[in-house]
Nanobody, 123 residues
Framework: QVQLVESGGGLVQPGGSLRLSCAAS????????MGWYRQAPGKQRELVAA???????NYADSVKGRFTISRDNAKNTVYLQMNSLKPEDTAVYYC?????????????????WGQGTQVTVSS
């Protein structure tokens, strides 16, 4: 089927930057929207940013002007550039992909999720 592998998380000081990557692989026919979500301890998972196959983007108000989502359709990869990081950005970040995949010649639609990558913003 399809696998999403995230990378780029880590520990950064307030005001610093990180770049997350999420690569999709497998029996992919096409990918529509891709997105980044995050979940902090004791909180619900929330949308951070999303991007369509055509490049239209959507951001949570809390990250507008600081985070930028982009994608490379040829590589089935989505990125999240995070600048001016704040302690409240600390969370596990997950990517997802609204995917059409092929199995035994039949196309299926499914939203896949990555395993998550920890981002910690602390001095």
């Amino acid at each position: 089927q399809v696998q999403l592998v995230e990378s780029g998380g880590g520990l950064v000081q307030p005001g610093g930057s990180l770049r997350l990557s999420c690569a999709a692989s497998g029996s992919i026919f096409s990918i529509n929207a891709m997105g980044w979500y995050r979940q902090a301890p004791g909180k619900q998972r929330e949308l951070v940013a999303a991007i369509t196959s055509g490049g239209s983007t959507n951001y949570a108000d809390s990250v507008k002007g600081r985070f930028t989502i982009s994608r490379d359709n040829a590589k089935n990869t989505v990125y999240l550039q995070m600048n001016s990081l704040k302690p409240e950005d600390t969370a596990v970040y997950y990517c997802n992909a609204d995917t059409i995949y092929v199995e035994r010649g039949v196309r299926y639609a499914y939203v896949y999720w990555g395993q998550g990558t920890q981002v910690t913003v602390s001095s």
